[in-house]
């Protein structure tokens, strides 16, 4: 069941999305290697506390194992979603992907972002760029009376034309009062299938894109997904919602692309 938001909801939900994009913020702040993803975990939690919100992602529960226990999820290079913050600390070359989800007043946040770690191959680089790109052209084409599926074809046409990987078992969804809503948005498709897209409906566009192959592997702690090559991952998510007839982006990256421009 799709919830369309009236205009009052939509600004409820960009409150939570800023509050998840100064999550966000605060961490590219700290990042460098020796810095443990445990640290970064630890501030998140503190940041959205401190600001009144709620982590989501915390006692998230899962089907194959414990419920998650951190506030974010941060993905070290070959990891492509749901990495569990541990002590291991980063390295100069790493890349990793923090996603973050807040709740705040009722509404939930939800947004992803592929950090740099010191000095980042080019070919790794370029991933990183594509990946965010490829969000661009989904939420380009989020608008009212086209349909999910050009939203997954303009990311899988992206992404594909250059080599990499599109992983399929990972979607973008609705959101709104529920972290998790109706309809899945998968990062492929066909032009002009799927639901159409209507003023009100908020969604999560969230490539989840391989340098390699798609082909994905479940790691033992029953959350970490692995590209089976082994081979690095990137992940970019931006919570929108399509009022007025066009895309709205909730979620913002302006402020870490203003950190990075200084750190690199
Ligand atoms: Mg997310
Ligand atoms: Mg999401």
Redesign the pocket.
């Given at each position: 069941m799709i919830y369309l938001k009236t205009e009052d909801e939509i600004e409820l939900l960009r409150k939570a999305n800023l509050l998840v994009s100064l999550t966000l913020t605060e961490i590219a702040k700290k990042l460098k290697p020796g810095v443990t993803t445990f640290q970064l975990d630890t501030l998140a939690e503190q940041v959205i506390r401190d600001n009144g919100g709620t982590p989501v992602f915390k006692g998230f529960p899962n089907p194959y194992g414990p419920p998650f226990p951190a506030s974010i999820c941060a993905s070290v290079n070959n990891i492509v979603v749901h990495g569990v913050p541990d002590n291991r600390e980063l390295r100069d070359g790493d890349i990793l992907s923090v996603?973050c989800?807040a709740c705040l007043d009722g509404f939930c946040g939800?947004s992803?972002y592929t950090f740099c770690i010191g000095e980042v191959k080019p070919e790794v680089r370029q991933l990183l760029k594509t990946t965010k790109e490829a969000l661009y052209k989904g939420i380009e084409v989020a608008l009212p009376g086209r349909r999910i599926g050009d939203i997954g074809y303009a990311v899988q046409q992206h992404c594909e034309s250059r080599g990499y990987g599109v992983v399929r078992e990972f979607v973008?969804?609705g959101?709104g009062r529920a972290?998790?809503e109706d309809p899945a948005v998968p990062n492929y498709g066909r032009q002009g299938s799927g639901k159409q897209i209507h003023n009100g409906l908020c969604i999560?566009i969230?490539p989840m894109i391989a340098m390699g192959k798609r082909d994905i592997a479940l790691l033992e702690d029953k959350w970490s997904v692995t590209t089976r090559d082994g081979l690095p991952a990137a992940h970019f998510?931006h919570?929108i919602a399509i009022h007025q007839g066009k895309p709205d982006i909730l979620s913002s990256f302006e402020e870490i692309e203003i950190i990075e421009g200084k750190q690199y």
């Amino acid at each position: 069941m799709i919830y369309l938001k009236t205009e009052d909801e939509i600004e409820l939900l960009r409150k939570a999305n800023l509050l998840v994009s100064l999550t966000l913020t605060e961490i590219a702040k700290k990042l460098k290697p020796g810095v443990t993803t445990f640290q970064l975990d630890t501030l998140a939690e503190q940041v959205i506390r401190d600001n009144g919100g709620t982590p989501v992602f915390k006692g998230f529960p899962n089907p194959y194992g414990p419920p998650f226990p951190a506030s974010i999820c941060a993905s070290v290079n070959n990891i492509v979603v749901h990495g569990v913050p541990d002590n291991r600390e980063l390295r100069d070359g790493d890349i990793l992907s923090v996603d973050c989800g807040a709740c705040l007043d009722g509404f939930c946040g939800d947004s992803c972002y592929t950090f740099c770690i010191g000095e980042v191959k080019p070919e790794v680089r370029q991933l990183l760029k594509t990946t965010k790109e490829a969000l661009y052209k989904g939420i380009e084409v989020a608008l009212p009376g086209r349909r999910i599926g050009d939203i997954g074809y303009a990311v899988q046409q992206h992404c594909e034309s250059r080599g990499y990987g599109v992983v399929r078992e990972f979607v973008g969804h609705g959101v709104g009062r529920a972290m998790h809503e109706d309809p899945a948005v998968p990062n492929y498709g066909r032009q002009g299938s799927g639901k159409q897209i209507h003023n009100g409906l908020c969604i999560a566009i969230e490539p989840m894109i391989a340098m390699g192959k798609r082909d994905i592997a479940l790691l033992e702690d029953k959350w970490s997904v692995t590209t089976r090559d082994g081979l690095p991952a990137a992940h970019f998510e931006h919570s929108i919602a399509i009022h007025q007839g066009k895309p709205d982006i909730l979620s913002s990256f302006e402020e870490i692309e203003i950190i990075e421009g200084k750190q690199y």
